[in-house]
């Protein structure tokens, strides 16, 4: 379970409808907000960050962050809300026998929310064991930041990260906003749509660019004609280069 929590990636997801939704004026989701709670495994305690909230479609939406493992963003990859009871999947990623691909295996999180909607008791479990994990509200809602005029990087890029025997597709969306610019990766070949960038910075006059999550840094240059961005992608015990392209038909950004 250590591994879990040091390699997870929580993939992005659009959950099934909340009760009584409309399509016109969906209702505010009642646990929409920031949580925290203490994972402990073989006395080891995982402090962890919960980000609930709904998607323009009023879809539940959830990331999570690991600061002791400095990983942040990574969101579910389905679950569901009847009122009172709240599930969520995760995957979790492995590396094969060969150390040089991942496979994923699903994970879940079952809590009853209290009738005061402050804390979530639960159980989080994998295929083998089971843990206990409660979460203390400590926010009633989530900044959206606003929309503020686009950079050159702004846009969604592809990519295919090299292993070998087989590739993987990678699409960045990429947005300026008023707190400055955000990032959101997809890897449909293991279920990852939304998972948010820790830390995002352009520089104009390089057109150097870096986009972090956690441990794992993808950082290079856009082209002068501003259509692909040439990328080193370093995390632990891997490095791979990457060309992005921009891509011509606008991707949706997850939330």
């Not at 402090?47 to 959830?62: C, F, P, R, S, Y």
């Not at 060969?98 to 009738?115: F, N």
């Not at 259509?227 to 392209?245: G, K």
Request: hydrophobic fraction near 35%; charge should be negative.
């Amino acid at each position: 379970m250590k591994s879990l929590i040091l390699v997870v990636l929580l993939s992005g997801w659009a959950l099934h409808p909340l009760p009584s939704q409309s399509q016109s004026n969906p209702p505010a989701f009642p646990l929409a907000g920031d949580w925290q709670g203490d994972l402990q495994i073989k006395g080891v305690v995982h402090h962890i960050v919960l980000h609930l909230d709904t998607n323009a479609e009023g879809k539940m939406t959830a990331l999570e962050d690991f600061p002791g493992e400095n990983s942040y963003g990574w969101p579910a990859i389905g679950g569901s809300f009847d009122g009172s009871h709240l599930t969520l999947r995760f995957a979790q990623w492995k590396l094969n026998s060969e150390g040089t691909a991942a496979y994923p295996s699903v994970y879940s999180y079952d809590a009853t929310v209290s009738p005061s909607g402050t804390e979530l008791t639960g159980v989080i479990k994998d295929q083998k064991e089971s843990w206990p994990l409660n979460y203390n509200r400590l926010t009633w809602q989530i900044k959206t930041p606003k929309p503020a005029p686009p950079t050159p990087v702004d846009g969604d890029w592809a990519g295919f990260e090299d292993w070998g025997s087989s590739k993987v597709r990678k699409i960045f969306h990429i947005s300026n906003t008023e707190d400055g610019l955000r990032a959101y990766l997809d890897v449909p070949q293991e279920q990852i749509k939304g998972a948010l960038a820790h830390t995002v910075s352009y520089d104009a006059a390089s057109r150097g660019i870096s986009i972090s999550f956690g441990d794992t840094v993808y950082s290079g240059k856009m082209t002068a004609d501003g259509m692909a961005l040439d990328i080193n992608m370093v995390e632990p015990l891997f490095h791979y280069v990457i060309h992005f392209e921009r891509l011509k038909e606008k991707q949706p950004v997850s939330k």
